[in-house]
């Protein structure tokens, strides 16, 4: 066994793998995030490879919808919980992994059930997403499901279910808003430190591969929805507080997790402008969203 530390948006993971598993083949997203063990820990996991996890004894609470997989969750009488990772169905739905867990999530387990390198890598990598997710959410940080571009060193968020357009519509800022560059395309970590809102690249990106290790302010989110003509407006707190609780990942069943979540969000609304943009995929959306979103330099302070 073989520890290896990362810092995501500034929390540490320690991760610790059989000699078997060189953490460049498992987990190659974390490259670059590899760091020394210093600092407090957020949550350590141990890895190993073996059969299912025993939910027998344990109350089904129900489904997690996590990366277009649903993954079962599980939970016993003293707060443990376990969580049964599988595959996409459009990959097979096979069961790749067990999380196992006390309700903190501090102190973990993932038992890779899989028997090939690409359900081990999936399911140690949600597995490790959700672990994050649950342990930082009292910290005021949110794995927000979203792409994200940065300009003129802010970052903008762009939220909306999958298949909905949020990838094309980044690509039309990259495309035609110079200065323009990809910060992460599918699960950015937020976090509001000292009043700022602070915009992360993670180890997680969906399809597209960009594993940037580094973090802007954030300029604006948006909430993106197809429609015949380009338009964009500003939210009201409530509706923006509705708009970002579906986008990020949380546990409703679990107090402790989705209340964190709920106060995170309301901080990160006290500073930070939410919008609301129908729009077309074209050149024009993404003008006059940059328009209404940008930090102009006479508006900071």
Not at 26 to 49: H, N, Q, R, W
Request: aromatic residues 10%; proline residues 5%.
């Amino acid at each position: 066994m073989k520890s290896f530390f990362y810092k995501v948006a500034q929390h540490l993971l320690q991760v610790n793998l059989p000699d078997a598993l060189p953490a460049s083949d498992i987990i190659p997203s974390f490259s670059p995030f590899k760091c020394e063990a210093e600092g407090d820990v957020l949550f350590t996991m141990d890895v190993c490879e073996g059969v299912a996890t025993d939910s027998r004894g344990m109350d089904e609470i129900g489904q997690f919808d996590c990366g277009g997989a649903n993954h079962g969750v599980y939970r016993s009488d003293d707060g443990t919980y376990l969580f049964e990772i599988s595959l996409p169905m459009c990959d097979g739905g096979m069961l790749s992994c067990c999380l196992t867990a006390r309700d903190d999530f501090r102190r973990c387990s993932a038992v890779l059930t899989g028997s090939s390198m690409r359900q081990h890598q999936f399911g140690l990598n949600n597995a490790l997403m959700m672990a994050y997710a649950f342990a930082a959410a009292e910290q005021d940080t949110l794995l927000v499901h979203a792409s994200v571009i940065r300009n003129d060193g802010y970052g903008y968020l762009f939220t909306a279910p999958s298949g909905t357009g949020k990838s094309t519509h980044t690509h039309l800022w990259y495309k035609h808003i110079p200065g323009s560059d990809l910060m992460n395309d599918d699960n950015p970590v937020v976090r509001v430190i000292d009043g700022e809102t602070r915009i992360y690249g993670s180890p997680w990106s969906g399809k597209t591969p960009c594993y940037r290790n580094i973090w802007a302010p954030v300029g604006a989110i948006t909430r993106i929805e197809q429609r015949p003509e380009n338009t964009i407006r500003r939210m009201a707190p409530v509706e923006a507080f509705a708009t970002l609780l579906p986008a990020v990942s949380s546990m409703k069943w679990d107090r402790r997790v989705y209340m964190g979540i709920c106060d995170a969000i309301s901080h990160l609304l006290a500073t930070t402008p939410v919008f609301w943009l129908g729009c077309r995929p074209d050149e024009e959306a993404a003008r006059i969203c940059f328009e209404a979103v940008h930090v102009r330099q006479d508006n900071q302070s």
